[in-house]
């Protein structure tokens, strides 16, 4: 049973857009904007640094709270919801099945159901970002280090397969886009 709970609660804090409410406040439609995609990058594109700051991190807490919430119960319940707020946050109902990229949200599941992974992805994202100066590399980069963690410690590596996948697969078309550039 708590299981299915964290289920539907982790889908459905996932999928509350703080990019979309702070667009929508600001009088800006997301999709109309950028990328189009309705993330803490584009709505910081968008509305300014500072907003896709709070952004993101309003991002990072749609995944912590959920997992680290339900782990404190129970493990395997705190990586479900984790993984919900994800797929909340990349599918949202409230945007018609559309949503963000899912990175900050990752991050913040990773947090709340292992801590210190948290911190090799998220340098693992400074590194790559420092070196390349592409969000999307580095994104992609860090959603990959998490299973490599995870593979190593032999831990909980269906679930960091499921983050990467769902990360790894939200980029696709940004690195499609830029072979095409050349």
Known sequence: MSNLLAL?????????????????????????????????????????????????LLDVLKGL?????????????????GVAAVLGHVTSPFLRGRGGKGVATALGAILGVHPLWALVVLGVWLLVLAGSRWIALASVCAALSVLVVAALLHEDVLWAALLALVVVARHQANFVRRLARG
């Open 8 to 56: 539907v609660v982790g889908y459905l804090v996932g999928a509350v857009s703080p990019a979309t409410l702070a667009a929508r406040r600001a009088g800006v439609d997301l999709r109309g904007v950028g990328s189009g995609n309705p993330g803490a990058s584009n709505a910081g594109r968008a509305l300014g640094r500072r907003v896709g700051v709070v952004v993101a």
């Open 65 to 81: 709270v959920p997992a680290a919430a339900f782990g404190a119960v129970d493990h395997r319940a705190g990586l479900v919801a």
